[in-house]
């Protein structure tokens, strides 16, 4: 699973930009941010402290990215992600001290344009300064350690860029890679299924409970509780509201504003933006603006939208990015407010002049106008009377929250009386472990965390009222609690025997695969062996490396293979993900024709990432190395 991470990640850079955007850096903790206390030290980095706080945050922030990634949980105590939580924290420190030995510094201006332009403190007129607090206050952080952070994370950028830079390529390698890259192959290929030879396999008692044995550990389940509730909604209280048709009428006349169907425009909008700007010698922005231009002047020719998006859409590499749209019935609001105050101003047939907003510029033209609409009461009676409970149950909700949030409190044993009081029924979940459950109430973080606190789990009592958004509360109390244990081996038979069959089936495959690679090394073609071993034999003609059509392991494995002599062909085979077989015959091999700047441009950029990655990669390595890393295995 620690793969997994990795495999998401591309240098240290990368890993700063994804820490930026979701604010889990200030979980990794910086020693100098916090004070000395007595916090035990779990590792020094040449005599610089790393305390247990540091360590239990980095550890939160490693479960909450593999949550996010593959929707897995792993424990606290799984000691693989406690080291690997560790040394991040370590490289952390690590690049800190040596940008700061080299000699890098960051302005401070550069690092208010940074934080100023971070989507999280951004609002509908840009950034927000109360927002930037209200966040940083969240997290327990001050205004000058996050900019402190910041700082850092730039200094280690500017130290990475620097290694990048110093990378090159020279024009014979990157032709002759780009000669195998645009190489194509020609092979036979035969997928020996193991779901073929599953239903053949029989699995004995002893081998069910052999298994079982010897894999206790796989079976282990975890606490679980299963909680009974009570739910007090808005729309709940609003179901109780008993309204007259008069008070509907007289409320839909007070308020047939928000009953109109709002004025929608149809257009076309053009985003035109540099791809990297500083590769075009600072001069991107001026060609993003003439390409505006000139991409306005064809809107006002009343050209064929289609025609238009085909001539100017541009490719992804393009050193200016051009995107053409097509919006319908679009209101105001949706596009940005700058563009919004044009378009709104416009009329049918008008072109923008191209206005810049972020780091594109937009043109817009105007195709058409649907008028605002009003309705009538016949029209949108249940959304009226919908809204007139909803803004009756208001006061009603807030009295019942707190009678709910009372009686639990002070008859914390049951919540009978308080059921009985606001009558709201006392509903009971399914068991969870200290993970959640998958969906509903259970999945609800707040939900479980109380459901495991000491007052509730050990105690036995109510839990405090759980607001879970502004209109929905809930209390709840454990009924029924599971301890941990192993699962009975009735439980489990059915995936044990699943599991073993499956493994029986995929070792007769390989067994059948070898058979028949026998065959083919005695001169046996692979047609005549998947006939004789009924499987079906599938051709894949002059196909690159690139090819949806090919099973991609089975492409990978025929593109690893030697070329084979004229007129002779060469085998081997692959265990697929899902312990499918495939053999592979390969017969032929065609060169590459004229290779094209683009290519060799594109290859040219991937070689160069190559070596910037691993010159940097040896380079921090090397740093590691150099440092005296001392871990206190006693305090983790």
């Known amino acids: 699973m620690l793969q997994k991470i990795r495999d998401k990640s591309s240098g240290w850079v990368a890993g700063i930009i994804v820490g930026l955007l979701v604010l889990t850096f200030a979980l990794f903790g910086i020693n100098s941010y916090f004070g000395q206390g007595t916090e035990p030290v779990v590792a020094t980095v040449n005599d610089t402290e790393i305390k247990s706080g540091q360590f239990q945050r980095a550890l939160y922030n ?68 109360a927002l930037y607090q209200r966040t940083l206050n969240s997290m327990g952080m001050t205004e000058p350690a996050f900019e402190n952070q910041i700082r850092n994370d730039m200094k280690a950028e500017q130290l990475q860029s620097a290694v990048a830079e110093s990378a090159f390529t020279v024009p014979a390698e990157v032709k002759r890679l780009a000669r195998i890259r645009q190489q194509s192959r020609t092979f036979n290929y035969a997928i020996i299924p193991v779901s073929d030879h599953v239903d053949d396999i029989e699995v004995t008692e002893n081998e069910i409970v052999a298994f079982y044995e010897e894999n206790r550990s796989q079976f282990v389940q975890p606490e679980q509780v299963r909680i009974g509730y009570i739910e007090l909604t808005l729309d709940k209280v609003a179901e109780r509201i008993e ?68 001539e100017y859409s541009s490719a992804p590499d393009s050193d200016i990015l051009v995107t053409i749209s097509e919006s319908g019935e679009m209101q105001r609001g949706v596009l940005k407010q700058e563009l919004d105050d044009i378009l709104f101003t416009m009329s049918v047939g008008d072109v923008s002049e191209p206005v810049k907003s972020g780091d594109s510029y937009h043109v817009l033209k105007l195709v058409a106008i649907k008028e605002a609409e009003e309705k009538e009461i016949e029209d949108v009676r249940e959304q009226v009377e919908r809204d007139l409970r909803r803004q009756l149950a208001g006061k009603e909700y807030f009295e019942i929250a707190e009678q709910l949030a009372a009686l639990a409190y002070e008859h914390p044993d049951t919540l009978e009386l308080a059921a009985d009081a606001t009558d709201l029924e006392i509903q009971e979940s399914d ?206």
């Open 243 to 310: 309204i007259a048709e008069d008070e509907i009428k007289n409320y839909f006349e007070a308020n047939r504003i928000n009953y109109i169907q709002p004025e929608r425009r149809q257009i076309w909008q053009a985003k035109i933006k540099a791809s990297d700007t500083e590769a075009l010698d600072g001069d991107g922005d001026a060609l993003a603006l003439e390409k505006a231009e000139e991409i306005a002047g064809v809107f006002k020719s009343d050209a064929d939208f289609v025609k238009v998006a085909e």
């Open 431 to 636: 068991f969870f472990t200290s993970e959640g459950g998958n969906r509903g109430l259970t999945a609800e973080r707040k939900v479980v965390t109380a459901s495991f606190s000491e007052d509730v789990l050990l105690n036995g009592h109510n839990s405090d009222a759980i607001e879970l958004d502004p209109e929905r509360m809930v209390v709840l109390r454990v009924i029924e609690r599971k301890a941990e244990g192993t699962k009975p081996l009735d439980d489990v038979r059915g995936d044990i025997t699943e599991f073993l069959k499956t493994r029986m089936a995929a070792e007769k495959v390989h067994e059948i695969s070898q058979a028949i690679l026998e065959k083919l090394d005695q001169g046996m073609t692979l047609n005549e062996a998947a006939g004789e071993y009924r499987i079906e034999m599938q051709r894949a003609e002059g196909v690159d490396r690139d090819d949806i059509s090919v099973n991609r392991s089975v492409l990978r494995t025929a593109f690893r293979m030697p070329a084979p002599d004229t007129g002779e062909s060469r085998v081997d085979s692959v265990t697929m993900g899902d312990g499918d077989v495939a053999v592979i015959e390969l017969t032929g091999i065609a060169s590459a024709g004229e290779l094209k700047g683009r290519t060799l441009d594109s290859v040219t950029a991937e070689l160069r990432q190559l070596r910037a990655e691993t010159e940097w990669n040896g380079l921090f390595d090397q740093l590691k190395s150099e440092a005296d890393i001392r871990i206190l295995e006693s305090n983790l």
């Open 62 to 129: 490693l479960r909450q990215q593999m949550q996010n990634l593959t929707g897995q949980s792993v424990p606290a105590d799984d000691p693989a992600f406690r080291n690997e939580a560790l040394q991040r924290i370590i490289d952390i420190e690590i690049m800190n001290q040596s940008t700061q030995s080299y000699g890098l510094a960051v302005s401070d201006l550069r690092v208010y344009e940074t934080i100023n332009r971070l989507e999280t403190f951004q609002n509908d007129q840009g950034f927000d300064q």
